[in-house]
């Protein structure tokens, strides 16, 4: 998992919005701890399903109907999250019933938030998931030149993405902060960290071991 690198040094120690996320002596499954009481907290503003599972500006991918969620923070130029982002597609095209919902976390400096905001600057032309897959499945560091190049190779409108980049910096500036306020709350570290259903994932999982936890997740959510 990367850890955080940016400017500001590292994410500040646990607060109580955090601990309101962080999983207690639950059980262990797979190295990553998990409990069976929901990470959810009611009437806190960063922290609510709503805004967590289904904020109406944050894209999503596979199932849009599906019966469990597996939400990703990511970093365009965390190599762990290229690396395991084939393996979460597979597993999202293999159950059928996987929505994916992709949170944008550039923490690993001003290359990582160019490239989320050109990302969320994409989605206002239905290019989201093109210009995703195009930076996030490059094998070296991307620079803000090499960004520009993937993404016009996917089919952004490069001039639009310039207008779209400055027309809805306020709207970019406050989904980037919701999903960093959820990070920290949630007590992540680094990237790549997960939500599946309602367990906190700090970190990688193999595809057998997602699997597992899709598994755990609905049968939680039947449990209830």
């Known amino acids: 998992m990367k850890r955080s690198n940016n400017p500001a040094g590292t994410i500040p120690g ?26 959810f907290a009611q009437g806190d503003d960063v922290l609510t399903e709503a805004l967590v599972l289904r904020d109406p500006d944050v894209p999503a991918t596979g199932n849009p109907n599906g019966d469990i969620n597996i939400v990703e923070w990511f970093d365009y130029n965390c190599p762990y999250c290229r690396k395991i982002a084939p393996e979460i597609q597979q597993v ?14 550039p923490i690993l400096g001003d290359v990582s938030k160019y490239a989320a905001r050109v990302a969320l600057a994409a989605k206002y032309q239905d290019k989201y998931i093109a210009a995703h ?8 560091r991307l620079t803000e030149p090499r960004i520009r190049e993937l993404v016009a190779g996917a089919g952004v409108d490069m001039n639009r993405l310039n207008r779209d980049l400055t027309t809805n910096a306020k709207s970019i500036d406050a989904i980037l902060a919701r999903n960093h306020d959820q990070a920290v709350a949630f007590g992540f570290r680094g990237t790549p960290s997960f939500i599946v259903g309602k367990f906190r994932v700090p970190g990688i999982l193999t595809m057998a071991e997602f699997e597992m936890v899709i598994a755990d997740a609905r049968k939680a959510k039947k449990s209830n």
């Open 133 to 140: 897959e195009a930076m996030i499945g490059v094998s070296s």
């Open 14 to 39: 646990p607060t109580r919005r955090q601990a309101l996320g962080l999983l207690g002596a639950g059980a262990a499954l797979l190295g990553a701890s998990v409990a069976s009481r929901p990470v």
């Open 92 to 105: 999202v095209a293999d159950d059928g019933k996987v929505r994916l919902v992709l949170k944008d976390w």
